[in-house]
């Protein structure tokens, strides 16, 4: 059986938050993510939260992970028939609450 992992679009977002002084203690709990991510095989929004059961699940595919014990939230927009994760924010609670994280 074909085995399809998740593909994430893009770290480049991710490491260049934790390349920020300012939310460097993010860098161990993106990675994991990011690591864990890709090895996920997620075909719909039931089967993340078997993994993720914290993670609040917005719809149209728009997922909210808590990041470093919910310091940080990450939004993402997965699009499960093709296997990817596109990050849409990465940010503290105080700049999460300025966004609109359906339409992000």
């Not at 059986?1 to 938050?17: D, G, H, Q, S, W």
């Not at 503290?92 to 339409?103: E, L």
């Amino acid at each position: 059986m074909y085995l399809c992992n998740m593909r994430v679009i893009a770290f480049r977002a991710l490491k260049e938050f934790w390349e920020n002084p300012e939310y460097a203690d993010s860098e161990i709990s993106l990675r994991s993510w990011y690591y864990d991510t890709k090895s996920s095989d997620w075909k719909n929004s039931n089967e993340l939260r078997l993994q993720y059961k914290n993670a609040s699940v917005l719809g149209e595919g728009r997922i909210v992970f808590n990041i470093k014990g919910n310091k940080y939230r990450l939004v993402v927009a997965i699009d499960y028939e093709f296997s990817v994760v596109f990050i849409r924010f990465i940010g503290t609670h105080k700049k999460y609450d300025k966004i609109d994280a359906k339409t992000i």
